[in-house]
């Protein structure tokens, strides 16, 4: 049972547009969510977080929203750039992190020039 | 600035082998943990050690074994290889827990076994 789920498996967007990655989690005990970011012969890093608490968190290009009644967090890139281009995984823990991270499937994004 | 290091970085086993992955943090964290990646399937939790001296089963345990050698090494053993644990290895450290903002993952090992 998939518990965080990225239904998107690859997305291509314009240089300078905005990208827009989804998420949706079915576990209503996870109350702190993050996005972490991969570039290929490389590990996942941590880009962005958010806690339950709130509905934006904002860094940079980066912005996270999260809906918990529709249980749906999304990540916005403006504008984005080519070092852009990489996978991001979803995860998501309760207890404000202390919980166990689980992961989305990920999804690959392409920033075309 | 090594941060978490893997060994080896690729490897293809024969059925029935055995191996270990070594890990290795640089950054005095208390907790280590070995993921795996798979197409579809985004990163399951193997094993995690939450301290020295400690570890315990993640969602994916089946088929290894992990050995948390002192507080910076945490090793991860198949003791008997089999074609379903082909996949992308990764552990990781964090300063305590899975407070997932700090969690540093390590480049990842590539594992065949045919």
């Known amino acids: 049972d998939q518990q965080v789920k990225q239904n998107s498996p690859s997305l291509s967007v314009q240089e300078g547009r905005i990208s827009i990655l989804n998420c949706d989690y079915t576990?209503?005990?996870?109350?702190?969510f993050l996005w972490y970011k991969k570039y290929p012969a490389e590990g996942p890093t941590f880009l962005i977080s958010?806690?339950?608490?709130?509905d934006k968190n904002e860094d940079g290009r980066f912005t996270v929203f999260l809906n918990k009644s529709a249980k749906h967090l999304s990540l916005h890139i403006v504008p984005s750039q080519p070092g852009d281009s990489a996978v991001y995984f979803c995860?998501?823990?309760?207890?404000?992190?202390?919980?166990?991270?689980?992961f989305g499937q990920g999804t690959r994004l392409t920033i075309n020039p | 600035n090594a941060g978490v290091t893997q060994t080896p970085k690729f490897q293809v086993l024969k059925t029935g082998q055995s191996m270990t992955l070594q890990c290795a943090q640089d950054?005095?964290?208390?907790?280590m943990y070995w993921y795996r990646q798979d197409p579809g399937m985004g990163l399951r939790l193997i094993y995690y050690?939450?301290?020295?001296?400690?570890?315990d089963k993640g969602e994916v345990p089946n088929g290894y074994n992990v050995s948390r050698l002192n507080k910076r090494e945490f090793s991860l053993r198949l003791e008997s290889a089999a074609p379903s644990q082909t996949s992308v290895y990764f552990c990781?450290?964090?300063?305590?827990?899975?407070?997932?903002?700090?969690?540093?993952f390590g480049e990842g090992s590539w594992l065949t076994v045919v």
């Open positions: 576990n209503s005990m996870f109350d702190y």
């Open positions: 050690s939450a301290s020295e001296g400690t570890t």
């Open positions: 995860a998501a823990s309760g207890i404000q992190g202390a919980q166990k991270l689980v």
């Open positions: 990781a450290s964090s300063t305590q827990g899975f407070s997932g903002n700090t969690i540093y």
């Open positions: 958010i806690s339950s608490i709130k």
């Open positions: 950054m005095n964290h208390n907790s």
